[in-house]
Nanobody
Framework: VQLVESGGGSVQAGGSLRLSCVAF????????MAWFRQAPGNERELVAS???????AYAESVKGRFSFSKDDGSNTLFLQMNNLKPEDTAMYYC???????????????????WGQGTQVTVSS
């Protein structure tokens, strides 16, 4: 299994970015997957999660600004990020739980597969 993120970059506050994550060797259909982020000196933080194609959840800090979607035909996840703020600056990772598992926890521990990350930098 390999997860490959792209779409990061540098934007000014108020701008938008769309992150993508292609899953190789893993079907995104009816799985439990998520986007995390980690800023220097901080713990890895859950940003948005998708559970069994039925439920999505977002961190309070991104609600109304970020949107998680996916295309099962191409096994690709997306994170649309609007109205970006300097505090959104971090490395962003997509992650997936094992196909037979779906633990609804904010911790990164249940996630077995991780991408390499894509950097998002928001300037004021």
């Amino acid at each position: 299994v390999q997860l490959v993120e792209s779409g990061g970059g540098s934007v000014q506050a108020g701008g938008s970015l769309r992150l993508s994550c292609v899953a190789f060797g893993y079907s995104t259909r009816n799985r439990c997957m998520a986007w995390f982020r980690q800023a220097p000196g901080n713990e890895r933080e859950l940003v948005a999660s998708w559970y069994w194609d039925t439920t999505m959840a977002y961190a309070e800090s991104v609600k109304g600004r970020f949107s998680f979607s996916k295309d099962d035909g191409s096994n690709t996840l997306f994170l649309q990020m609007n109205n970006l703020k300097p505090e959104d600056t971090a490395m962003y990772y997509c992650a997936a739980q094992a196909p037979d598992q779906c633990l609804r926890l904010a911790s990164p521990d249940p996630y077995k597969y991780w991408g390499q990350g894509t950097q998002v930098t928001v300037s004021s």
